[in-house]
């Protein structure tokens, strides 16, 4: 599996993880009757949906601090499964993946599965994510 295909595997169980309190296992398991999907460990897209699931509250927080007007809660599901995913790359697996990957990539499926107006926010969020992380980087290495 691609990577790409790995992020696209990785959004859609994160976006069932939006409408299950039963945990990335439950989902897995459907997802392997229902998709035939089976994911081993230490597969990307399983790696990835994991570590977004367990960190939703931080990710939603680094979303809504970034995100004018729109609080996680009010944005589609589709819309904030792609930024979730992307933020997690973001801050959690920046050393394998450039934020300008992430960014790219969470753009294109935000193309394929959100609205009219998905890709240009998706784009607006994390380049203003990616932007704030990057300063506050810059302050830590400076104040040294």
């Known amino acids: 599996m691609t990577r790409k295909e790995s992020r696209e595997q990785a959004f859609a169980i994160v ?3 939006s409408f299950h309190d039963e945990g990335l296992d439950y989902i897995l398991e459907n997802a392997a009757d229902g998709r035939d999907l089976v994911l081993a ?6 790696e990835l949906a994991r570590k977004t699931i367990d960190n939703r ?21 589709t819309t904030l499964a792609i930024l979730r995913i992307a933020v997690c790359e973001i801050y959690y697996f920046s050393r394998e993946v450039p934020a300008s990957v992430s960014i790219n990539e969470a753009v294109e499926l935000a193309k394929t599965y959100g ?22 980087e810059n302050e830590c290495v400076s104040g040294d």
Do not use: Q, T
């Open 15 to 17: 976006f069932e993880s």
């Open 41 to 46: 460990d230490g597969d990307f897209a399983k």
């Open 57 to 77: 509250d931080k990710i939603d927080e680094i979303i809504a601090s970034c995100s004018k007007h729109w609080k996680p809660a009010r944005m589609a599901k």
């Open 115 to 136: 609205g009219d107006d998905a890709p240009g926010f998706v784009n607006g969020v994390l380049g203003a994510i990616y932007k704030k992380k990057a300063e506050n």
